[in-house]
T-cell receptor
């Protein structure tokens, strides 16, 4: 069993809908949680960074962490075709520690 | 003004060959990484250098050898290439090894025939 589980999708939504992504993990020592966006044939880029449990909002993006359930989520409001990409969750035990990535969820936003 | 750059972008080679991938960052970061992304998009760390010192060395075959000539450069040399080495290799850099400042390069797509 992988330490970080993520549904690979694809997840197809119409433009303007809310995209809901999630990851589950098994290591309770994880404290730092990240979401990356990766466009086709490009490197991942950091979208959101959260420490411990709670919510964080940045524009159309909201990240949620529920450490008691070992579950993290990313919501994208008012989705745009430009949001079509693979979204990777990542987490680590220390702020300087090595990242453990999920397999990524492919999102397709149709106009 | 690319932040993290890699060369080459594509690499096609025969089994048994030796090849190198180069990475350079102009962000002033002191930590650099090599990741491997397989065909299922799973991204896994291979190595990390902080100020030219190896700090992360995952279970990677000895055929893979990283080299950091200075803080801004991290190269990856692969000996005796195998079919299973086919993947996209990403270089990344960060400030003081902080996970929240990791910037990735565009990747090198390696195909071993």
């Amino acid at each position: 069993q992988k330490e970080v589980e993520q549904d690979p999708g694809p997840l197809s939504v119409p433009e303007g809908a809310i995209v809901s992504l999630n990851c589950t993990y098994s290591n309770s020592a994880f404290q730092y949680f990240m979401w990356y966006r990766q466009y086709s044939r490009k490197g991942p880029e950091l979208l959101m960074y959260t420490y411990s449990s709670g919510n964080k909002e940045d524009g159309r993006f909201t990240a949620q962490v529920d450490k008691s359930s070992k579950y993290i989520s990313l919501f994208i409001r008012d989705s745009q075709p430009s949001d079509s990409a693979t979204y990777l969750c990542a987490m680590t035990t220390d702020s300087w520690g090595k990242l453990q990535f999920g397999a990524g969820t492919q999102v397709v936003v149709t106009p | 003004d690319t932040a993290v750059s890699q060369t080459p972008k594509y690499l096609v080679t025969q089994m048994g060959n030796d090849k190198s991938i180069k990475c350079e960052q102009n962000l002033g970061h002191d930590t650099m990484y090599w990741y491997k992304q397989d065909s299922k998009k799973f991204l896994k760390i291979m190595f990390s250098y902080n100020n030219k010192e190896l700090i992360i060395n995952e279970t990677v075959p000895n055929r893979f050898s990283p080299k950091s000539p200075d803080k801004a450069h991290l190269n990856l040399h692969i000996n005796s290439l195998e079919l299973g080495d086919s993947a996209v290799y990403f270089c990344a850099s960060s400030l003081r090894a902080r996970a929240d400042t990791q910037y990735f390069g565009p990747g090198t797509r390696l195909t071993v025939l």
